[in-house]
């Protein structure tokens, strides 16, 4: 329930932060960094609650969670290395400019940690596949 409640209200911190009434004075502008910080702790508390509620689930027979267990020095070996490549080519095909706006940002987290994941979890399987097992 505590999630939920999270969810919903940096969903609403975010539409309101859309709306942006608090560009005309100096109150509103105060009152605005202290909503990116609110909405930032909620953020880490939903992180934080999500783990704990996956944590405590029974998985450990999945093979989703066999797989990622088995791969798991190479997600992290080679994730960064393709997080830098990745923004890399953000930056070079799209600009600079989508670093600097909130959507912007979702859409490079989200993207990067798709694309990370996927080709470091593909790296990983081909050189298991390779037998080569001084690299992952």
């Known amino acids: 329930n505590l999630c939920i409640l999270i969810l919903i209200s940096s969903i609403l911190l975010f539409v309101l932060k859309l709306i942006n009434p608090f560009d005309q004075y100096f109150l509103f502008k105060i009152i605005d960094k202290i909503l990116i910080v609110i909405q930032a702790l909620f953020g880490c508390i939903f992180i934080y609650l999500i783990s704990l ?16 267990s088995d791969t798991s020095f190479g997600l992290y070996l080679y994730s960064d290395p393709l997080n830098y490549l990745v923004l890399f080519v953000i930056y070079e095909t799209i600009g600079e400019n989508i670093f600097t706006t909130e959507i912007g940002s979702i859409f490079i987290i989200s993207l990067r940690m798709i694309i990370t994941f996927t080709f470091a979890f593909i790296i990983t399987k081909v050189l298991q596949k390779l037998k080569l097992k001084y690299i992952v």
């Open 53 to 68: 509620n996956l944590s405590q689930l029974k998985i450990y027979k999945n093979y989703i969670y066999k797989e990622i």
